[in-house]
């Protein structure tokens, strides 16, 4: 019978693109049904859907990328686990806070909102960190899956993101004027990556994780000079 997944996006198209990434397939050979084309809603705000397609894979044809991907029977069932996993934790700290879920094949985002939000998300995210580490290992356990779990709270992820996408060009450019090296504190794996990924394009820089467990300073270098 094969193998079925299911990806969302704003518009049809994006979701068949994600699906071809995701799956490392052409176009052209997958193979799927639109289940909803989704829609703007009302001036573009009020009651907009997610366009959603299901693919199916034939037996065996599995693709490169598929071990952490789920089938679309699974995501349901192991995004409500990741749900309440995540509320147990947090009943303890806030009664009224809400999650709520958008699952991707790849990927359970949960996002907290109305909590104690300074608490949950801790110094430059340490708190919100362990949080996601913790809900993802039991995650794991229970449900005998690899999928990535994220967790946000009151959209912190955005805003640090940006924050440290701003700090990585402004000391990408100092270090191209003095041509010494610049060092970011400890950070984790997540916001390193933000860092690396804001200067991968940029041939006056590099950027190296130093130091070891899982906070790890990063270096911006200027180029290496050429014998």
């Known amino acids: 019978m094969g193998v079925e997944y299911e990806f969302e996006g704003k518009t049809k198209e994006d979701a068949v693109k994600k699906a071809c990434e995701k799956l490392s397939l052409p176009e052209d050979q997958l193979k799927f049904d639109v289940i909803s084309h989704g829609s703007t809603g009302i001036f573009g705000l009020v009651g907009s859907k997610k366009a959603k397609i299901k693919v199916r894979l034939p037996e065996g044809q599995k693709g490169r990328d598929l071990p952490e991907i789920l089938p679309a029977d699974k995501t349901e069932e192991v995004?409500?686990?990741?749900?309440?996993?995540?509320?147990?934790?947090?009943?303890?700290?806030?009664?009224?806070?809400?999650?709520?879920?958008?699952?991707?094949?790849?990927?359970?985002?949960?996002?907290?909102?109305?909590?104690?939000?300074?608490?949950?998300?801790?110094?430059?995210?340490?708190?919100?960190?362990?949080?996601?580490?913790?809900?993802?290992?039991?995650?794991?356990?229970?449900?005998?899956?690899?999928?990535?779990?994220?967790?946000?709270?009151?959209?912190?992820?955005?805003?640090?993101?940006?924050?440290?996408?701003?700090?990585?060009?402004?000391?990408?450019?100092r270090v191209k004027l003095s041509g010494k090296p610049a060092t970011i504190s400890p950070m984790s794996a997540f916001e390193r990556r933000i860092v690396h990924i804001a200067l991968k394009d940029d041939p006056d820089v590099r950027t190296q994780s130093m130091g070891s467990g899982l906070l790890k300073k990063l270096v911006i270098f200027p180029p290496r000079r050429q014998k």
Request: glycine share 6%.
């Open 79 to 173: 995004a409500q686990t990741a749900k309440s996993t995540l509320e147990a934790i947090i009943s303890h700290i806030n009664d009224g806070a809400t999650v709520q879920v958008d699952s991707q094949p790849d990927i359970i985002n949960l996002s907290v909102e109305g909590a104690n939000s300074a608490l949950l998300i801790g110094k430059h995210g340490r708190t919100l960190d362990a949080l996601q580490y913790i809900v993802q290992k039991i995650v794991h356990k229970k449900k005998k899956t690899p999928i990535r779990i994220s967790i946000d709270v009151e959209g912190y992820r955005a805003r640090r993101k940006a924050s440290l996408t701003q700090l990585a060009l402004r000391l990408a450019d």
